[in-house]
């Protein structure tokens, strides 16, 4: 870059963190104004409330919330211009259109920003239309669509900024895509407590799923660490700016994995300018709706029988595939339309399923068992419950206009079919084959996208992002997928150790944990068998290690060296990994699944110490 065109671009950096800093100035006066004005408000209407009558009460008391709602609106504009000062943009396209010839220098912020004299803004937001110029083209013939219309034209110019805390710290020109080197730099750096927003390294084939508008619903098949869940709520934050005349944050819905995941990802949309969509589990809907008074497992209760079952023949693990596959469902969609139609006043939805059972039964005696050692009706069997009362009595969540589902593989063909009745809105569905553990893997994609969502749009990832290229081809090696393409990111090689006992093992993870330089590291997860397994090595290790125990009534993100099952990292990441097994000695596809999950968590290293449980998945 030439000294003068540098010394431009400072010029235009000064100029525009001049401009944030004026309007954020005038709109602190503006805010605490307000607040005094409400504050006298408050007391006048106090100190004459008994010479009022119920009108004036009224008429003052709708004027001091359209006050107080406008101060909300100031407030959240003042926060948007803050983070703008510390980094006001991230990127800028020369674009000279086609039409006319005329020159346009556009600079992309994680917000857009004008000043009250200027036409045109002096940042424009990523989500605009003109943004995606950035991220879909190289130098040369673009072109972008705006609701004007398509307007062509040639991108002429290409730059990255790296500005933090107000200071312009580098940048570059680029002739290409968004520049490997600065997508180096943002993923070699320490993880943080919690997602962040990826606005400035949006790579291509991400960008083209976060603006896809075609499609009603969108299923995005991902490998671990191709960023599906950022992706997905980009997403959500496009979508919100460019269609806020039909959808706000409480039209959206995010199914999530537990509430500890939730909190990891909650800062995200607000870092986007956008307040939190609406959360749940899916397991927060099947207590909210279900007509079932008998007690019943959750999830967790389910993954614990499967984690904890001696061998896939184990009777439990036999009867979560059996009545979790596709065969099942096709099995008791066929008896509910052969049935005359079901009233509720007559009948529950529990009973409808017994008498199912009973006709199973006489074909498949084993697979009529319904409820656990505790007699409580298994998770499997209360899905289909809920499928039951979906199908025949409905339900739906009009106010839902865009549901999105994360770690769709997890779940089965039963919620999914509850969850197409249930909302009636467009789709984005993401998910990890890879990371499947009960489904029926080669078969359930295909089924879902033919049967249950035919209108959607599969997409795939196949880049990782997340961890260095030694650590993601041996998470490859295990599950035996050459199709995953690291990004080329060079780190330590994993440190796998086998032991003859779990006193050795212990004393591995704890020489390997000490041993982590967390001056360096903002996160660290020790990952175990299971949550008793997880306690054992939490109270050995919390003797001399600041470490947090994370079980699944955890709900806060926090960091640190955090010690948890490997199944409830799923969707974490953290800069290091200490896979732990002490106790299993039996190898078969759950336990292979488990393990590749755990292992995909480790951003820059990967240690593996194990009593024998790895050794097929390791040679």
Same mark, same amino acid.
């Given at each position: 870059?030439q000294?003068e065109?540098?010394?431009?671009?400072?010029?235009y950096?000064?100029?525009?963190e001049?401009?944030?800093k004026?309007?954020?100035?005038a709109?602190?006066t503006?805010?605490?104004?307000?607040n005094?004005?409400?504050?006298?408000?408050?007391q006048?209407?106090?100190?004459?409330?008994?010479d009022?009558?119920?009108?004036?009460l009224l008429?003052?008391?709708?004027s001091?919330e359209?006050?107080?709602?406008?101060?909300?609106?100031y407030? &959240?504009?003042? #926060? %948007?211009?803050?983070?703008l $000062? +510390?980094?006001?943009?991230?990127g800028k396209?020369?674009?000279t259109?086609?039409?006319n010839?005329?020159?346009l220098p556009?600079?992309?912020g994680?917000?857009?920003f004008?000043?009250?004299?200027?036409?045109?803004p002096l940042?424009?937001d990523?989500?605009?239309?003109i943004s995606?110029l950035?991220?879909?083209?190289?130098?040369?013939?673009a072109?972008?669509?705006?609701?004007?219309g398509?307007?062509?034209g040639?991108?002429?110019?290409?730059k990255q900024?790296?500005?933090?805390e107000g200071?312009m710290?580098?940048?570059?020109d680029?002739d290409?895509?968004?520049?490997?080197?600065?997508?180096?730099r943002?993923?070699g750096e320490?993880?943080g407590?919690?997602? &962040?927003q990826i #606005? %400035?390294?949006?790579q291509? $084939? +991400?960008?083209e799923?976060?603006?896809n508008a075609a499609?009603e619903?969108?299923v995005?098949?991902?490998c671990?660490g191709?960023?599906?869940t950022v992706?997905?709520?980009?997403?959500i934050?496009?979508?919100?700016?460019n269609?806020r005349?039909r959808l706000?944050?409480?039209?959206v819905m995010i199914?999530s994995p537990?509430a500890f995941?939730?909190?990891?990802?909650?800062?995200?949309?607000?870092?986007?300018?956008?307040?939190?969509c609406?959360?749940?589990?899916?397991?927060?809907l099947?207590a909210d709706?279900?007509?079932v008074?008998?007690p019943?497992?959750?999830?967790g209760?389910q993954?614990?029988?499967?984690l904890?079952?001696?061998n896939m023949?184990?009777?439990?693990?036999?009867?979560?595939?059996?009545?979790s596959s596709i065969s099942y469902?096709k099995c008791?969609d066929?008896?509910?339309?052969?049935?005359?139609k079901?009233s509720?006043?007559?009948?529950r939805p529990?009973?409808?399923?017994l008498?199912?059972?009973r006709e199973?039964e006489?074909?498949?005696?084993q697979?009529?068992v319904?409820q656990?050692?505790?007699?409580?009706?298994?998770y499997e069997?209360?899905l289909?419950?809920f499928y039951?009362?979906?199908?025949?009595?409905g339900?739906?969540?009009?106010?839902i206009?865009?549901l999105v589902i994360?770690e769709?593989?997890?779940?089965n063909?039963f919620?999914?079919a509850v969850?197409?009745?249930l909302?009636a809105c467009p789709k984005t569905?993401l998910?990890?084959?890879?990371?499947v553990?009960?489904?029926?893997k080669p078969t359930?994609?295909g089924?879902m996208?033919?049967?249950?969502?035919p209108?959607a749009k599969?997409?795939?990832?196949t880049k990782s992002y997340?961890?260095t290229k030694?650590?993601?081809e041996f998470?490859?090696?295990i599950?035996?997928d050459?199709?995953i393409v690291?990004?080329?990111?060079?780190?330590?090689?994993p440190?796998?150790?086998?032991e003859?006992?779990?006193?050795?093992?212990l004393s591995?993870v704890?020489?390997a944990?000490a041993?982590l330089?967390?001056?360096k590291?903002?996160?660290?997860a020790v990952?175990?068998?299971?949550?008793?397994?997880a306690?054992?090595v939490y109270?050995?290790l919390?003797k001399?290690?600041?470490v947090t125990?994370i079980?699944?009534?955890?709900t806060v993100?926090?960091?640190?060296?955090?010690?948890m099952p490997?199944?409830?990292a799923k969707?974490?990441?953290f800069d290091a990994?200490?896979v732990?097994?002490?106790?299993?000695e039996?190898?078969?596809p759950?336990?292979?699944?488990?393990f590749?999950i755990a292992c995909?968590?480790?951003?820059?290293e990967?240690?593996?110490f194990?009593k024998?449980?790895?050794d097929?998945y390791?040679k």
């Amino acid at each position: 870059m030439q000294k003068e065109e540098r010394e431009q671009e400072l010029a235009y950096f000064d100029h525009t963190e001049q401009k944030i800093k004026e309007q954020v100035k005038a709109l602190r006066t503006v805010i605490e104004e307000g607040n005094k004005k409400i504050k006298e408000q408050k007391q006048f209407v106090w100190d004459n409330s008994a010479d009022m009558d119920e009108e004036e009460l009224l008429e003052n008391k709708n004027s001091l919330e359209q006050d107080v709602l406008l101060l909300e609106f100031y407030g &959240k504009n003042l #926060a %948007a211009l803050e983070r703008l $000062e +510390q980094t006001p943009y991230f990127g800028k396209v020369g674009f000279t259109y086609e039409e006319n010839g005329e020159h346009l220098p556009v600079y992309i912020g994680v917000n857009g920003f004008r000043p009250k004299e200027r036409k045109l803004p002096l940042v424009y937001d990523w989500r605009a239309p003109i943004s995606s110029l950035y991220y879909a083209y190289e130098k040369g013939p673009a072109k972008y669509q705006a609701p004007e219309g398509t307007f062509q034209g040639v991108i002429d110019e290409k730059k990255q900024f790296q500005i933090r805390e107000g200071k312009m710290q580098y940048m570059l020109d680029t002739d290409l895509r968004i520049d490997d080197d600065v997508l180096q730099r943002e993923l070699g750096e320490n993880h943080g407590s919690k997602m &962040k927003q990826i #606005a %400035a390294t949006i790579q291509k $084939e +991400q960008n083209e799923i976060i603006r896809n508008a075609a499609e009603e619903t969108l299923v995005i098949d991902g490998c671990a660490g191709s960023g599906k869940t950022v992706i997905a709520l980009h997403r959500i934050a496009w979508l919100l700016y460019n269609h806020r005349e039909r959808l706000n944050t409480q039209n959206v819905m995010i199914l999530s994995p537990n509430a500890f995941f939730s909190d990891y990802i909650a800062e995200v949309l607000p870092e986007l300018g956008e307040d939190n969509c609406i959360e749940k589990e899916f397991d927060d809907l099947l207590a909210d709706m279900l007509f079932v008074e008998d007690p019943y497992e959750f999830k967790g209760d389910q993954i614990h029988a499967v984690l904890d079952a001696k061998n896939m023949e184990a009777e439990r693990v036999r009867r979560i595939r059996y009545k979790s596959s596709i065969s099942y469902f096709k099995c008791l969609d066929a008896y509910l339309k052969q049935r005359p139609k079901i009233s509720m006043g007559e009948e529950r939805p529990l009973h409808v399923y017994l008498r199912f059972l009973r006709e199973l039964e006489k074909e498949l005696p084993q697979m009529a068992v319904y409820q656990n050692d505790r007699k409580e009706i298994c998770y499997e069997d209360i899905l289909a419950v809920f499928y039951i009362q979906v199908r025949c009595f409905g339900g739906s969540f009009p106010q839902i206009r865009h549901l999105v589902i994360d770690e769709m593989q997890d779940y089965n063909v039963f919620q999914f079919a509850v969850l197409k009745r249930l909302f009636a809105c467009p789709k984005t569905i993401l998910g990890d084959k890879n990371q499947v553990l009960l489904s029926e893997k080669p078969t359930f994609l295909g089924y879902m996208l033919s049967h249950v969502f035919p209108e959607a749009k599969l997409l795939s990832l196949t880049k990782s992002y997340r961890s260095t290229k030694e650590i993601t081809e041996f998470c490859s090696h295990i599950i035996g997928d050459t199709g995953i393409v690291p990004f080329e990111r060079e780190g330590k090689e994993p440190v796998v150790k086998k032991e003859r006992s779990r006193a050795a093992v212990l004393s591995d993870v704890q020489n390997a944990v000490a041993e982590l330089d967390m001056t360096k590291y903002r996160t660290a997860a020790v990952l175990c068998r299971n949550e008793v397994e997880a306690l054992f090595v939490y109270d050995s290790l919390k003797k001399d290690l600041p470490v947090t125990l994370i079980k699944e009534t955890t709900t806060v993100y926090c960091e640190g060296i955090l010690v948890m099952p490997a199944y409830f990292a799923k969707g974490l990441e953290f800069d290091a990994v200490v896979v732990c097994d002490m106790g299993r000695e039996t190898e078969n596809p759950i336990t292979r699944q488990e393990f590749y999950i755990a292992c995909t968590r480790a951003l820059h290293e990967l240690f593996v110490f194990h009593k024998g449980s790895f050794d097929a998945y390791l040679k």
